[in-house]
Nanobody, 122 residues
Framework: QVQLVQSGGGLVQPGGSLNLSCTAT????????MGWYRQAPGKQRELVAP???????NYADSVKGRFTISRDNAKNTVYLQMNSLKPEDTAVYYC????????????????WGQGTQVTVSS
């Protein structure tokens, strides 16, 4: 059973910084793309930033220049460094990962983290 365990988040003032982390645990062969999503109250879940297994990244326009996604493949962990936070960044943040469970199979499975609240408020 694969689980994505998130940590970080909390309450921060506008202009502040937070770091989120997400670690894949359990039995699996490899992790492909990982990423971060967020969902604000009354809104759809949106993609914040993905990162490939090779480290290629992309960002939503709303977070470019402020957020940085990275991953440590040896630790099966993806990070999201959030700087210059704004009230509109307030949301529940979720990590996700596409995972191959066995070397002998091309099938991949998608998993979500448990979500963590980020609140930006003075």
């Amino acid at each position: 059973q694969v689980q994505l365990v998130q940590s970080g988040g909390g309450l921060v003032q506008p202009g502040g910084s937070l770091n989120l982390s997400c670690t894949a645990t359990g039995s699996f062969f490899s992790i492909h793309a990982m990423g971060w999503y967020r969902q604000a109250p009354g809104k759809q879940r949106e993609l914040v930033a993905p990162v490939t297994s090779g480290g290629s990244t992309n960002y939503a326009d709303s977070v470019k220049g402020r957020f940085t996604i990275s991953r440590d493949n040896a630790k099966n962990t993806v990070y999201l460094q959030m700087n210059s936070l704004k009230p509109e960044d307030t949301a529940v943040y979720y990590c996700d990962a596409n995972v191959s469970l066995r070397q002998s199979s091309l099938s991949t499975f998608h998993y979500w983290g448990q979500g963590t609240q980020v609140t930006v408020s003075s």
